[in-house]
């Protein structure tokens, strides 16, 4: 059975701080690794999707790594900003497509 | 182009009767997953259609179910509503069943008192 970690599960930084968020999953059996963003109460923002076969990706101040031997997926977001407050989701897709989620990463920047 | 948009955005219905949230997906997209996210459980996989048919179901009762529509527009229906199905309701579109990103709508927040 496929479960999903995320750790830290919040995390508050000062303004400008590079950080590291660290996700890992048991079966590395995926097809694709998804990072998401949510605002409070709001729906998810997709951020960087990576294909299994792919060992990173890229978007402006993000970069998320996947390693599959390791099940490990690191989001790294350069030079943060108060506007990056946010929970941060990873999502692994599984066998059949199944799409687990791990419980997240509250992230707050402080300005 | 337009994201994906579910309606409605809110509801508020009681233990027992049964409910019916929509989902549209972005245009040219063919699959529509659905989601449950709960504070205690997070976000749980409830089912997806492509073309019409149920590909991957999650680990909810029956009472949860769901259709898709030839314009690949979704429904969702939970029948003899549970407090405990209080929830926001996530949909998420995307090109076809397999491999592809996935984008999500604002959802719909049910509450069930």
């Known amino acids: 059975k496929q479960e999903v970690t995320q750790i830290p599960a919040a995390l508050s930084v000062p303004e400008g701080e590079n950080l590291v968020l660290n996700c890992s999953f048991t079966?590395?059996?995926?097809?694709?690794l998804q990072w998401f963003r949510q605002d409070p109460g709001k729906g998810l923002t997709s951020l960087l999707l990576?294909?299994?076969?792919?060992r990173e990706q890229t978007s402006g101040r993000l970069n998320a790594s996947l390693d599959k031997s390791s099940g490990r997926s690191t989001l790294y977001i350069a030079a943060s900003q108060p506007g990056d407050s946010a929970t941060y989701l990873c999502?692994?897709?599984?066998?059949?497509?199944?799409?687990?989620f791990g419980a997240g990463t509250r992230l707050f920047v402080k300005a | 182009k337009a994201g994906v948009t579910q309606t409605p955005r809110y509801l508020i219905k009681t233990r027992g009767q049964q409910v019916t949230l929509s989902c549209s997906p972005i245009?040219?997209?063919?699959?529509v997953s659905w989601y449950q996210q709960t504070p205690g459980q997070g976000l749980q996989f409830l089912f997806e259609?492509?073309?019409?048919?149920?590909?991957n179901k999650g680990n909810f009762p029956g009472r949860f179910s769901g259709r898709q529509f030839s314009n690949s527009r979704s429904e969702m229906n939970v029948s003899t509503l549970e407090l405990g199905d209080s929830a926001l309701y996530l949909c998420?579109?995307?090109?076809?069943?397999?491999?592809?990103?996935?984008?999500f709508g604002p959802g719909t927040r049910l509450t069930v008192t």
């Open positions: 245009s040219g997209h063919r699959s």
């Open positions: 259609y492509f073309s019409e048919t149920q590909r």
């Open positions: 999502a692994v897709n599984h066998g059949g497509f199944k799409t687990i």
């Open positions: 998420a579109s995307s090109l076809a069943w397999g491999s592809y990103e996935q984008y």
């Open positions: 990576i294909q299994s076969s792919q």
């Open positions: 079966d590395s059996a995926i097809y694709n």
